[in-house]
């Protein structure tokens, strides 16, 4: 496959373990401890960790103090830089290309909601799948996303992301139709689409939310309790295909998710977060939508798969088009686009990155034919 993606000699993970230079890792938290297992389970050895100035509190991480960036710089004549953090804010991106114009700086790329890792074996092992997905895409600026998403997952080199970059502003006013009437929040958190979404297509008088985080949820219910000229049903449910209850990991935040394995009987996951059961339902079991000009978002934390065959009878009743998050799992990036395809083989798909560092913010917009 050579389509505009840049195949390197060898990936991340395996030139991180060729290199001479001491590696040391900007940030802490659970990004971090993710990319720590694939190091540790390569043999790959992290020097020290530092912080950004106002996070430097003479604390531990992994048995070592967390360093500042001059004190890092004090220590080490040259070395390698590993970013293990997100951000979509333009001062701290601008803050990281500063570094990288005087180090190597990588941003590892480690599946969101757990799965395969995405390196050169995956990739290869795959490769037949993303060629179909890529047919898929139905321009070429989605095209050039779908090669330069994969280039960074490969090499680490965060400027891929920058050259796949385009503002939500685009999409929102070149693809998708717009005019609708009801709004499907998969995904809802504490209400902020929503209020994105009615505040962009005014139109909406029907909005129905799913989300199982309880504080979370707690918000969002505050937030459509003021919503006096729309119909808002919310469910506290994680969006699945069918009603049943799974192990769900709440960090009260984006990054809660199912567990795969939900017959475990283990009470926290490898990372230590908490579990508990919490009940799933699908869209087309809460929904009651027909006849309308209905846009549906997808953002479920590696649930997308699960959550999309559990509305499509709702898509099939409605003048539907669809936003659905492609970056939780590895196989997000040409699963999603294949499975979609063959259930709605009439809309064109369209794949579009916005501003944030590491690959996420990766969208599929399905959209009505013309």
């Known amino acids: 496959m050579n389509n505009g993606i840049f195949l390197p000699e060898k990936d991340l993970w395996e030139s991180l373990k ?67 953090f997100g951000s979509s804010q333009r001062g701290v991106i601008e803050h990281i290309c500063a570094l990288a114009a005087e180090h190597p700086l990588f ?3 480690v599946p969101v909601c757990g799965g395969e890792l995405f390196d050169e074996k995956f990739f290869r092992k795959n490769r037949a799948l993303f060629e179909e997905a890529r047919a898929l895409l139905c321009d070429e600026h989605s095209r050039r996303v779908f090669d330069d998403v994969i280039s960074y997952k490969l090499s680490g080199d965060i400027s891929y992301l920058f050259d796949a970059d385009t503002p939500k502003e685009e999409a929102f006013s070149h693809l998708l139709r717009g005019s609708y009437t009801a709004y499907a929040d998969l995904g809802a958190y504490t209400g902020d689409t929503i209020k994105e979404m009615l505040t962009r297509f005014p139109g909406i008088r029907k909005v129905i939310a799913f989300e199982p985080s309880a504080k979370p949820f707690q918000k969002l219910a505050a937030y459509c309790g003021t919503l006096a000229d729309t119909m808002c049903r919310l469910y506290p449910f994680c969006a699945w295909d069918k009603k049943t209850d799974r192990l769900f990991s709440d960090g009260g935040g984006r990054n809660s998710a199912i567990e795969p ?3 475990s009987p283990d009470k926290k996951t490898a990372s230590g977060a908490k579990l508990h059961s919490v009940p799933c339902d699908s869209l087309d079991h809460a929904a009651e939508l027909h006849g309308e000009r209905l846009l549906i978002k997808y953002d479920v934390e590696g649930s997308e ?11 099939g009743q409605n003048h539907t088009e669809l936003i659905v998050s492609a970056y939780h799992r590895s196989r997000d990036l040409f699963e999603l686009p294949l499975l979609i395809h063959e259930k709605m083989p009439n809309h064109r798909l369209f794949l579009r990155k916005h501003p ?3 690959a996420w913010d990766i969208n599929l917009y399905v959209c009505a034919p013309e």
């Open 107 to 109: 941003a590892p790329d």
């Open 356 to 358: 944030y560092i590491p």
């Open 18 to 84: 060729d290199t001479t230079l001491p590696i040391v890792m900007y940030g802490m938290g659970n990004g971090a401890d993710k990319i720590l297992a694939v190091l540790a389970d390569k043999g790959i050895t992290v020097s020290d960790f530092f912080a950004s100035d106002g996070f430097v509190r003479g604390h531990s991480f992994h048995g070592k103090r967390v360093l500042s960036f001059e004190e890092i710089q004090k220590k080490y004549a040259n070395f390698v830089i590993l970013l293990v």
């Open 261 to 263: 394995d939900s017959s």
């Open 305 to 315: 798969r699960e959550a999309f065959l559990g509305s499509l009878e709702t898509i």
